[in-house]
């Protein structure tokens, strides 16, 4: 089993930036993807980003010059930075962990997923 917990969520100016980190704990060696996914009310989870074993990443197009995904291996943690926060960032942002870089892409049976934190950025 595979344990994901986010952090560094809050509340936010527009324009401001914030860092979410996702630490893995458990057997970690069976992830090979990791990535975040947000949702905001009353929608649909959405892809924001993932970033492979490798370091190779992929984002959403809504999310392309904003958002960077990173990782520390040291740390069994990765990281979003997102910049220039809007108010339609708004969502509960959460760490998904597969072995397959494309199933978390697809978001389809993404085996471990962690509980969200809260992003709210005020106009």
């Known amino acids: 089993q595979v344990q994901l917990v986010e952090s560094g969520g809050g509340l936010v100016q527009a324009g401001g930036s914030l860092r979410l980190s996702c630490a893995a704990s458990g057997i970690i060696f069976s992830i090979n993807a990791m990535g975040w996914y947000r949702q905001a009310p009353g929608k649909q989870r959405e892809l924001v980003a993932v970033?492979?074993?490798?370091?190779?990443?992929y984002y959403a197009e809504s999310v392309k010059g904003r958002f960077t995904i990173s990782r520390d291996n040291a740390k069994n943690t990765v990281y979003l930075q997102i910049n220039s926060l809007k108010p339609e960032d708004t969502a509960v942002y959460y760490c998904?962990?597969?072995?397959?870089?494309?199933?978390?892409?697809?978001?389809?049976?993404?085996?471990?997923w962690g509980q969200g934190t809260q992003v709210t950025v005020s106009s």
């Open positions: 970033i492979s074993s490798t370091s190779s990443t």
């Open positions: 998904a962990a597969d072995r397959l870089r494309s199933t978390v892409i697809t978001g389809t049976s993404v085996k471990y």
